[in-house]
């Protein structure tokens, strides 16, 4: 038999607000950009949404993603206006993998465009839910097939 007060619910400590956990900010290392990132070079490629992208290393065959395939990708990411690096998968050959479908809208137009083993710089203009200009390089290092169902989940 439990002692008056000795009640679980009646623990004040119990009642008291959980401290909130506070993500410390990710240090991402000042990765130099292949060519300035604060503006596309005269001769750069512009799509329809408005981007421009510039191919720094060009392969006229090879492999290219299908609909459905993911890709392994190393990328770097750069604020237009001050060439800070936001994101990077790395400097030591990490790598990303990602379904295009699922990425951001930059991403999702210019991965299909890569054959394996190229190597772009994207300009992505502030608008469609990016507060800023940004900046990204690129590398298509491989695509992964798609995954053929099982039988047992087909049934």
């Known amino acids: 038999m ?13 009642n008291k607000p959980l401290p909130i956990a506070r993500a ?33 290393v060009q392969k006229s065959n090879g492999l290219q993603p299908s609909a459905g395939e993911s890709v392994l990708i190393r990328y770097t990411g750069w604020r237009q206006a001050t060439g800070q690096t936001f994101f990077t998968t790395g400097t030591d050959g990490q790598t990303m993998t990602i379904n295009p479908a699922y990425a951001a809208p930059a ?6 465009l890569l054959h394996k083993g190229e190597k772009i710089v994207v300009w992505v203009p502030a ?25 047992s989940a087909l049934h």
Request: aromatic share 6%.
């Open 24 to 56: 410390e900010p990710r240090h991402v290392p000042q990765v130099q950009a292949p060519i300035d990132v604060k503006k596309p070079p005269d001769d750069a490629m512009k799509t329809m949404s408005g981007l421009s992208y510039k191919r720094l």
């Open 107 to 112: 991403f999702r137009e210019v991965i299909p």
């Open 2 to 14: 439990l002692a008056a007060g000795a009640c679980h619910g009646d623990d004040e400590s119990e």
């Open 127 to 151: 608008g469609e839910g990016m507060p800023e200009a940004v900046a990204y390089e690129i590398e298509l290092v491989d695509v992964a097939p798609k995954v053929a169902p099982s039988y």
